[in-house]
């Protein structure tokens, strides 16, 4: 059984141009190959999909900047290491942007980039459909 999946992906084909490929199931069904490098929304899923991203994205979006100590308390029971490894995940893709507001000692807040903001639909979906089909 054969499936076409079309992504989009602009590193080997032209920009707007449909890349098509095809995926085989063996006789057990499960997927032999996964085209995941050439998916946007796998691709998507590896910069904003790990715990507690779209929680960061969330209060960035709501609150305006934020210091880290003000994430890491809004943000009950996430560990330092884990909101600093999600920041630089999201600062590293232009999604976030870390400024300095004190040279002496350095202060920095966090700011959602124009690029982020794009992600504004996908939360207000997100809570529409946590508020639809979990509370």
């Not at 499936?3 to 069904?29: H, Y």
């Not at 308390?73 to 870390?98: Q, Y």
Request: hydrophobic share 40%; with cysteine.
């Amino acid at each position: 059984m054969i499936f076409e999946v079309i992504c989009w992906a602009t590193i080997l084909q032209a920009p707007g141009s449909p890349l098509v490929l095809n995926l085989q199931r063996s006789k057990d069904m499960s997927m032999t190959a996964r085209p995941d490098r050439y998916c946007p929304i796998a691709r998507t899923l590896d910069i904003v999909g790990e715990r507690w991203t779209f929680l960061i994205l969330r209060d960035l979006v709501l609150d305006g900047p934020r210091k880290f100590q003000d994430l890491e308390k809004s943000l009950s029971g996430i560990s330092p290491n884990t909101l600093s490894a999600r920041l630089k995940t999201l600062e590293d893709n232009g999604i976030v942007e870390r400024r300095f507001y004190s040279d002496h000692p350095p202060r920095a807040e966090y700011v959602i980039t124009a690029k982020g903001m794009e992600l504004r639909p996908v939360l207000r979906t997100l809570k529409a459909w946590g508020e639809k089909h979990i509370l």
